[in-house]
T-cell receptor, first 113, second 121 residues
Framework: GENVEQHPSTLSVQEGDSAVIKCTYSDSASNYFPWYKQELGKRPQLIIDIRSNVGEKKDQRIAVTLNKTAKHFSLHITETQPEDSAVYFCAASFPYNTDKLIFGTGTRLQVFP | DAGVIQSPRHEVTEMGQEVTLRCKPISGHDYLFWYRQTMMRGLELLIYFNNNVPIDDSGMPEDRFSAKMPNASFSTLKIQPSEPRDSAVYFC???????????????????FGDGTRLSIL
């Protein structure tokens, strides 16, 4: 069935370094890819999203890239700060039913000062 | 702006009891989603509604789970009878309808509520 694989499951970086989280989706018909940040005990919050008609999108220190051929998409955080520490989830729309999202398993990012 | 509002924030009850979780979507949003989050299974979609009508309930784990949306501003997720394995955080999310004809640029983001942490003893 449809699934989204997310790597790594944990990521530790020094403050100021970059962090990259990668996701792979299974069906080329998926066309919407949001990223959510979830702090401990809080709700998932949308931080950026990308659609299949776009290859890259940036918002300040956050960028997302999409490779439709390889069915990969990645989140890039530059100049990381301790407040970036959280669990990050990627998601992909279900093929042929774009109302629904399939979520990855999450990446726990720790940024050390 | 008021976001998605869920209640209660925490619920602790004994197995066998009925549990009702509540959600108020963002005003004007046409879609409402119920998710369950556990360490083992991550974020799972249970059911979603469009204009108050259930569209896909394939994620509802068992007949013990039911969901309703009697109007555009209120939805409930009910578990009866509850079991310890139902312990999880339950999130409600809402979104606007896709723009125009569904396609690559039509999706609208889902906005999550603060969740209900449910513990069944």
């Amino acid at each position: 069935g449809e699934n989204v694989e997310q790597h790594p499951s944990t990521l530790s970086v020094q403050e100021g370094d970059s962090a990259v989280i990668k996701c792979t989706y299974s069906d080329s018909a998926s066309n919407y890819f949001p990223w959510y940040k979830q702090e401990l005990g809080k709700r998932p919050q949308l931080i950026i999203d990308i659609r299949s008609n776009v290859g890259e999108k940036k918002d300040q220190r956050i960028a997302v890239t999409l490779n439709k051929t390889a069915k990969h998409f990645s989140l890039h955080i530059t100049e990381t700060q301790p407040e970036d520490s959280a669990v990050y989830f990627c998601a992909a729309s279900f093929p042929y039913n774009t109302d629904k999202l399939i979520f990855g398993t999450g990446t726990r990012l720790q940024v050390f000062p | 702006d008021a976001g998605v509002i869920q209640s209660p924030r925490h619920e602790v009850t004994e197995m066998g009891q009925e549990v009702t979780l509540r959600c108020k979507p963002i005003s004007g949003h046409d879609y409402l989603f119920w998710y369950r989050q556990t360490m083992m299974r991550g974020l799972e979609l249970l059911i979603y509604f469009n204009n108050n009508v259930p569209i896909d309930d394939s994620g509802m784990p068992e007949d013990r789970f039911s969901a309703k949306m009697p109007n555009a501003s209120f939805s409930t997720l009910k578990i009866q009878p509850s079991e310890p394995r139902d312990s999880a955080v339950y999130f409600c999310a809402s979104s606007l309808a896709p723009w125009g004809t569904k396609g690559a640029d039509s999706n609208q983001p889902q906005h999550f509520g603060d969740g209900t942490r449910l513990s069944i003893l």
